[in-house]
């Protein structure tokens, strides 16, 4: 477990010494913070409980989007830079660096969380909102990460080409996302098979300020599906 | 210390290295030498367990690089051609995390890092960003990382790739300096850089071992037990040949320059000749200005021993 966290501490601390991450977290925060102002602020007169609830709909999409593009660089520029041969002559498992990195994608995803945390307040400072649930609607946002982080680590085991990692991250991201448009064009019990597969379904109870089990255990296995698929790949390249 | 046995890489079809075989004691200072694409740096990164082979046995240290690659890890400083350095990171940070990485204790790391950056000259720059360091120095750290834990077995893949002369020259003093503490596999393309520090020679080509031994040993296979003497002379060049011909055991001559009446050749003989040629050449009245026996450059014995290769 030390060689996870060293792995983790030093990809976190590339995080913050380039610009990367900063550019990534403000460009979401920005159209965050606009699809707040013209959603979820705009119109009728609402509850203070529905514009919390409209802003963590918003949230997990960009949240998801953010973690997914976070993962990019974690393992395609180490093969790009050839630094990854020092990972791959060290004692260290491959899982341990699969780990390591994807902590570090989720620990930097929580300056991005703390940032937007400036929009809840503002509603909380006109209106009544219930702490619990933003806390569990920020668990959502978490998990949600966690998912995005995952699918952006295993693309880039896949490639040493940055862009190329974040276009796969990017369209794992869609397909899962696509599941739930599906869901409203089919029928039971087609219906419930593919519900169970869409990670928005599985996020609104959270939204509503409800954290339930089942909800925690999906983002929980897709991430490690995609965590061990990743590990897979990393094995995979010591013997290509 | 290092037991390799019929190693076989393949990437895709094509075969990178055939049915290797060597052994390496511990101690040894070992140049693996080889033209680029010759299958040096596959071979290396199989002994660093960086890249798993395709069939054989390779053992180092008793363990095995597919069983127990793990084990050989924990005994092993590699640095591949290209330094593999975070630029965004010090250089005593970077060797402070690979110390951690490579096991070596939390309240010992400080001590080690210190100490590799005395014995690397990387002192002065503890404190600065990798980034901002020259080719010369960026191998350096490559060489610190590789040794920070103090490993048994240090293996060096091209460490005098793109240096100038100058830190050529210190790069091979730094590695002469780590003779005796360690087992050091070292790979290049350019031999004069090497033939210096190495006790052995592995020449690969093609993917195989073509010849090994001592380079005394490589010159003897390429031009003869004798090795190769050069005469400097004054005289008729006609004589001198027919003279240097006449000698016993002599087994080529050839003229290597003619301005004037001075003549130089190449002898090649299956013995040391060299008091039969000077009795040879005053009888023939040619003048012996100079006599030198040479193993010959060690870049001639290569290209004798990859173009007998080509030619079989």
Known sequence: ?240 | MISVEGLTKYYGENAAIKDLAFKISKGEVIGFLGLNGAGKSTTLKVLGCVLAPTSGRVTVDGYDVVENPHEIRKRIGYLPDTPPLYDEMTVGGYLDFVARLRGVAPHDTAARVKAIEEKTGLSAWHEAPIASLSHGYRQRVGVAQALVHNPQLLILDEPTGGLDPVQIVEMRELIKKLKGEHTILISSHILSEISQIVDRLLIIHNGEIVAQGTEEQLAGEAGGAGGVIELQLAGNAQKAIDAAKAVPQVSAVEMTKLDGDRVQLQVKAAADVRPALVRAMVAAQVDVLEVKKSHGRLEDIFLKITQKEGAA
């Open chain 1, 1 to 240: 477990m030390n060689n996870v966290l060293l792995i983790a501490r030093r990809e976190l601390a590339a995080y913050l010494r380039t610009m990367l991450g900063y550019i990534i977290v403000a460009v979401m925060l920005f159209i965050l913070g606009v699809l707040f102002n013209a959603w979820a602020m705009s119109g009728t007169a609402k509850k203070s409980a529905e514009i919390i609830a409209d802003f963590f709909t918003l949230a997990s999409g960009c949240t998801l989007v953010t973690s997914a593009v976070l993962g990019m660089p974690l393992l395609a520029r180490e093969r790009e830079k050839g630094t990854i041969q020092l990972l791959f002559s060290a004692p260290v498992r491959d899982w341990e660096i699969i780990l390591g990195k994807y902590l570090s994608a989720l620990v930097f995803l929580m300056v991005y969380l703390g940032c937007s945390f400036y929009m809840p307040l503002l509603v909380m400072a006109y209106g009544k909102v219930s702490p619990g649930h933003l806390a569990a609607g920020y668990l959502g946002l978490l998990l949600v990460g966690s998912v995005g982080a995952a699918f952006g680590t295993f693309a880039s085991a896949l490639t040493k080409n940055q862009l190329v990692a974040v276009i796969i991250s990017l369209v794992l991201v869609i397909a899962l996302t696509v599941f739930w448009f599906v869901a409203r064009i089919t029928d039971r019990p087609l219906t419930d098979a593919v519900t169970a597969m869409a990670w928005y379904a599985h996020f609104t109870p959270f939204g509503a300020g409800l954290v339930h089990l089942k909800h925690v255990c999906y983002f929980a296995l897709v991430s490690f599906v995609a965590l061990f698929a990743a590990t897979r790949v990393l094995e995979a390249r010591r013997w290509t």
